[in-house]
């Protein structure tokens, strides 16, 4: 007789990794925010694992991936600005603001996913 306890999709053993890796991603996400590359990676795997996670998760996940392009946009457009000479200092304020925009959002997504809550709104730009 095997030890191995293999469960069907849909446990909570099956959710507990959904909710692990949602987790990483937003530890990459605040990492991105240092280190760029993490970001693309979080996002990357947010598309692979939204259609497949609970609900609840899948409110994560999209919450993530609205974050990632919202502040892509965010970037390009303050990196135009400081390419011009009058517009320079709005880029650089531009820069910290998405900056702490997406730390901020990084950490309440975090803290409502360890206390096992979905996202109120995914689709918002706000926290």
Same mark, same amino acid.
């Given at each position: 007789? $095997? ?20 987790? =990483? ?49 965010? =970037? ?11 517009? $320079? ?13 997406? =730390? ?8 409502? =996913? ?14």
């Amino acid at each position: 007789m $095997s030890d191995t306890i293999y469960e069907p999709e849909g446990t909570p053993a099956a959710d507990r990794d959904d909710k692990l890796m949602a987790g =990483l991603n937003y530890v990459l996400f605040l990492i991105g925010n240092i280190i760029g590359v993490s970001s693309l990676v979080a996002v990357i795997i947010a598309y692979a694992r939204r259609d497949a996670a609970p609900h609840w998760l899948q409110s994560h996940y999209t919450y993530q991936i609205k974050s990632f392009w919202a502040a892509l946009v965010g =970037l390009v457009a303050c990196t135009l600005m400081v390419f011009t000479v009058i517009l $320079s200092p709005f880029g650089l304020i531009g820069f910290a603001l998405i900056w702490v925009w997406m =730390l901020v959002r990084s950490i309440v997504g975090l803290v409502r =996913l360890l206390d096992n809550r979905g996202h109120p709104d995914p689709h918002g730009m706000w926290v």
